[in-house]
């Protein structure tokens, strides 16, 4: 059962490039999210997804799009790179909204030089 | 706007002894409160989840208490060993239909053998 997988788990991007993180639960979780880690620093939600199709944004969007168009994925795109965005990024599923236990990837780090 | 502070930021203890990690929320209007594991490069696991209506929650060595209303919970962790060194985390998640957990930075744990 491999849970909630997220690629790369590593990537360094120059500026103003642009790229997709991946992310793909097979748990037939509805709920979906995408959370940034900065260093010493809680996690703050970028995005999240109630359901194939449904997207809403979290406390930290700016930067950043996503899609559902499956239960399974719900990639995180970045546009136009930039160094704040250099981060841990970790995506997440759940039965409930915010409701039951949170499963996660183990993360994606993202350096922007 | 909920805030989760975790003090101290590090600890350190030597391996049999039982510790109390705390956490403290300024909003008591919550759904349920969630203690995570986070090993280094990993990503986060539930240990232990605590609904709005409950005091407690066990789990073998673990024990998270909960009071609302002075906006505190602990986790408790007995005869601690060298294998419980790693980041905690904890993250409530507010009453009301937006439900966007709110994570605490972490105490980072390492005990000592």
């Known amino acids: 059962n491999a849970g909630v997988t997220q690629t790369p788990k590593f990537r360094i991007l120059k500026i103003g490039q642009s790229m997709t993180l991946q992310c793909t639960q097979d748990m037939n979780h509805n709920y979906m999210y995408w959370y940034r880690q900065d260093p010493g620093m809680g996690l703050k939600l970028i995005y999240y997804s109630v359901g194939a199709g449904i997207t809403d944004k979290g406390e930290v969007p700016n930067g950043y799009n996503v899609s559902r168009s499956t239960t399974e994925d719900f990639p995180l795109r970045l546009e136009l790179a930039a160094p704040s965005q250099t981060s841990v990024y970790f995506c997440a599923s759940s039965t409930g909204l915010n409701t039951g236990e949170l499963f996660f990837g183990e993360g994606s780090r993202l350096t922007v030089l | 706007k909920q805030e989760v502070t975790q003090i101290p930021a590090a600890l350190s203890v030597p391996e049999g002894e039982n510790l109390v990690l705390n956490c403290s929320f300024t909003d008591s209007a919550i759904y349920n409160l969630q203690w995570f594991r986070q090993d280094p490069g990993k990503g986060l696991t539930s240990l232990l989840l605590?609904?709005?209506?409950?005091r407690e929650q066990t789990s073998g060595r673990l024990n998270a208490s909960l009071d609302k209303s002075s906006g505190r919970s602990t986790l408790y962790i007995a005869a601690s060993q060298p294998g419980d060194s790693a980041t905690y985390l904890c993250?409530?998640?507010?009453?009301?239909?937006?439900?966007?957990?709110?994570f605490g930075s972490g105490t980072q744990l390492t005990v000592l053998p």
């Open positions: 993250a409530v998640t507010p009453s009301g239909s937006a439900r966007q957990l709110t």
């Open positions: 605590i609904q709005s209506s409950q």
